[in-house]
T-cell receptor
């Protein structure tokens, strides 16, 4: 298995609070991604990174920001969490933008 | 707008029989297709892929078929085993661009 960890694994937060999810890799892969998984939607891309400090938006980026200051870490921030952001969040990494390897996921509940 | 569609949310198959999971796509520019398998509380894991220049790719019990004219691909698992019970996601991409995922099919293999 690719060395990908996500923290926290579970989080419950209140509407309006900021939340940061962390993805950490030990594979030195160039590409990193954040997805959310919701029933009836499969996995949808939020943001991705193609290098340190190089990031771009995915199809569902509203309400989310990301940062990548080191190759191994990719942070996803919800500036002001809303109930619609209750979801399971997956980080993925990729060496060459082809096959992606996924982390174990973070279950976020916004009350 | 869902560019990759998995119209069967679930499928049940007897152990030892063939499982066929289907996927349709709308974007004729997709040139690389992947199947991922997901167990509960884990991230998706890569299963098998196929380039648009091929119409079949086989890896052990798993075979993926691509019909470009119909914009359809299928995953065949034979023989099916109880450990194959999981959610299967189809995904597609164009060049170096990002993956688009289907909504998933839950496969149950009955012992």
């Amino acid at each position: 298995d690719a060395g990908i960890t996500q923290s926290p694994r579970h989080k419950v937060t209140e509407t309006g609070t900021p939340v940061t999810l962390r993805c950490h890799q030990t594979e030195n892969h160039r590409y990193m991604y954040w997805y959310r998984q919701d029933p009836g939607h499969g996995l949808r891309l939020i943001h991705y990174s193609y290098g340190v400090k190089d990031t771009d938006k995915g199809e569902v980026s509203d309400g989310y920001s990301v940062s990548r200051s080191k190759t191994e870490d990719f942070l996803l921030t919800l500036e002001s969490a809303t109930s619609s952001q209750t979801s399971v969040y997956f980080c993925a990494i990729s060496l060459d933008s082809e096959q992606q390897y996924f982390g174990p996921g973070t279950r976020l509940t916004v009350t | 707008d869902q560019q990759v569609k998995q119209n069967s949310p679930s499928l049940s198959v007897q152990e030892g029989r063939i499982s066929i999971l289907n996927c349709d796509y709308t974007n004729s520019m997709f040139d690389y297709f992947l199947w991922y398998k997901k167990y509960p509380a884990e991230g998706p894991t890569f299963l098998i892929s196929i380039s648009s220049i091929k119409d079949k790719n086989e890896d052990g019990r798993f075979t993926v078929f691509l019909n470009k004219s119909a914009k359809h691909l299928s995953l065949h698992i034979v023989p099916s085993q109880p450990g194959d019970s999981a959610v299967y996601f189809c995904a597609a991409k164009t060049g170096a661009n990002n993956l688009f995922f289907g909504t998933g099919t839950r496969l149950t293999v009955i012992p």
